[in-house]
C-alpha cells in the first residue's frame, strides 16, 4: 500500500488530523484525487492506495475521524457488509464517499439507506469530484441523509450496571474512537460522577425540563466532558425532592443526540 499526504500549511502535517481522507484501488484514480486536492487547495489530505481492510485499519488508530471519507468499492464482494465495519470505526459525522466500477441503481439505494452521502462510479475524474465534494462549505452534496449515532441502554435492578455502562462508554471513546455520551437516569446522583472524576450540572435534569427548546448545541452545552470523546448527561438532585418532566422528554433527547453532527 502506497501512501500521499498533501499539506498547505508550513511545518508536518499530521495524518492523524486529516480532514479528507480516500482510499483508493488503483493509481490512476489516486491521480485523479491528487489533482483534485491541489486545484482546490485542500489542506490536511490523506490519500492512499489500498483496499476496504486499510481503510478501516487507519480509521480504527487515527485520533479523530475526517470530515471527508471516500473509499473504493472495487474488489469487494459484500460492500454492503464491507461499509458496515467502516461505520464501527469512524464517527456518524463522517461525510462517505464511495467510489466503484458498478453503474447499478440498486447498490446506489442501498448505499444511501446505511448513510453513504454519494456514490461515484469510475473513471474518476476532477470534475465529477467538484461537483460531489464542496470544498468551500465543508460539506458533501447533493446526499442530504444523514447517519445516526447508536443507543446502548443498560437496566438493572441489582445494582452494578453504572460500572459495567461505564466501563463499556470508556472503551468505545478510547478502543474504537468513538463520541460516546454517557447518560445516567438516576436524578439523585450517581457512582459514575465519582468514578469519571467529575461533578455533575444537572444537565438531565435541565434538557427534560426544556424539552421544546432541544437542538444540537442546546444539548451540547448540557454533557461534562471527561478528555476529548467521553462525555457525561446526569443529575444530582437532593433525595426525596421530585420533578415533573413532560412525557416524551426523554425520547426527544435521545433523538436530537443520535442526529447530532460533530464538527
Given at each position: 500500500m502506497s501512501t500521499t499526504e498533501i499539506s498547505f500549511f508550513k511545518g508536518k502535517q499530521s495524518v492523524r488530523n486529516a480532514d479528507f481522507i480516500a482510499f483508493v484501488a488503483d493509481r490512476k484514480t489516486e491521480q485523479v484525487l491528487k489533482s483534485f486536492v491541489l486545484e482546490q487547495a485542500m489542506p490536511h489530505v490523506h490519500i492512499a492506495v489500498g483496499n476496504m481492510d486499510h481503510a478501516i485499519a487507519h480509521l480504527a488508530k487515527i485520533e479523530r475521524s475526517p470530515l471527508f471519507l471516500l473509499v473504493d468499492l472495487?474488489?469487494?464482494?459484500?460492500p454492503l457488509s464491507d461499509l458496515g465495519r467502516l461505520t464501527e470505526v469512524c464517527e456518524p459525522s463522517v461525510q462517505v464517499v464511495a467510489l466503484g466500477e458498478r453503474n447499478d441503481v440498486g447498490l446506489f439505494r442501498s448505499l444511501l439507506k446505511i448513510g453513504v452521502r454519494d456514490y461515484l462510479v469510475k473513471p474518476l475524474t476532477v470534475e465529477l469530484l467538484k461537483r460531489t465534494v464542496n470544498v468551500s462549505e465543508g460539506k458533501v452534496t447533493p446526499v442530504t441523509l444523514a447517519r445516526a449515532?447508536?443507543?446502548?441502554?443498560?437496566a438493572d435492578a441489582r445494582g452494578g450496571v453504572t460500572t459495567l455502562a461505564l466501563h463499556l462508554a470508556r472503551h468505545l471513546a478510547e478502543d474504537t474512537h468513538r463520541r460516546v455520551a454517557?447518560?445516567?437516569l438516576k436524578m439523585c446522583g450517581s457512582a459514575a460522577n465519582s468514578m469519571l472524576g467529575m461533578q455533575s450540572n444537572n444537565g438531565l435534569v435541565d434538557v427534560l425540563q426544556n424539552v421544546h427548546r432541544l437542538d444540537?448545541?442546546?444539548?451540547?452545552?448540557?454533557?461534562?466532558g471527561n478528555g476529548s470523546r467521553l462525555f457525561a448527561l446526569s443529575?444530582?438532585?437532593?433525595?426525596?425532592?421530585?420533578k415533573a418532566f413532560e412525557p416524551g422528554a426523554l425520547r426527544?433527547?435521545?433523538?436530537?443526540?443520535?442526529?447530532r453532527q460533530d464538527a
Open positions: 472495487e474488489g469487494s464482494v459484500m449515532g447508536k443507543t446502548i441502554a443498560f454517557y447518560v445516567d444540537p448545541q442546546y444539548v451540547e452545552r448540557t454533557l461534562v443529575a444530582d438532585l437532593d433525595y426525596g425532592r421530585t426527544r433527547d435521545e433523538s436530537v443526540r443520535r442526529r
